[in-house]
């Protein structure tokens, strides 16, 4: 189950970091468009429009590279939220669909859950530890 865990971090990381990348992509094609045009207007207006997409894009992938970094460390909390997006991933078909599946099976797993509650122990026990 270490393998599943490592491969759904890294798919999560490399899926999200892309979809920032698209983002900065849209932005500068966007506000590019208007700069091309010579319009002040237009300018302004494509300014405008490629900054709301471009947060879209990126407010929507900040989840998945936090939430796989986590999963490497095997915190619960990225469980839990890697867990969500597997269910949100369902809805994007056909990629996204196989992606869920795959999360949801691997997280849900009975065999999964001693990993993540031994990093919560070991972490409890450090912080005792220290103080």
């Known amino acids: 189950m270490e393998k599943h865990i490592t491969i759904l971090a890294v798919l ?4 999200s ?3 920032i990348l698209v983002a900065m992509i849209v ?7 208007g700069l091309i045009s010579g319009d002040p207007e237009a300018m302004a207006i494509a ?12 407010i929507i992938s900040v989840p998945g590279v936090i939430g796989g970094i986590g999963l490497l460390k ?5 469980r839990i939220l890697v867990l969500v ?3 949100i991933e369902l809805l994007n078909i056909p990629i996204g669909t196989a992606l869920g599946i795959y999360t949801i099976w691997a997280l849900m797993n009975k ?21």
């Open 12 to 15: 999560y990381i490399v899926c």
């Open 17 to 19: 970091a892309f979809g």
């Open 27 to 33: 932005f500068v094609a966007v506000a590019g468009g």
């Open 47 to 58: 300014a405008g429009v490629g900054t709301v997409i471009a947060l879209f894009l990126t």
């Open 74 to 78: 095997r915190k619960e909390w990225a």
């Open 85 to 87: 997006l597997g269910f």
């Open 111 to 131: 065999d999964m859950i001693p990993l993540f509650a031994s990093s919560y122990v070991l972490s409890v026990s450090r912080s005792e530890n220290a103080g």
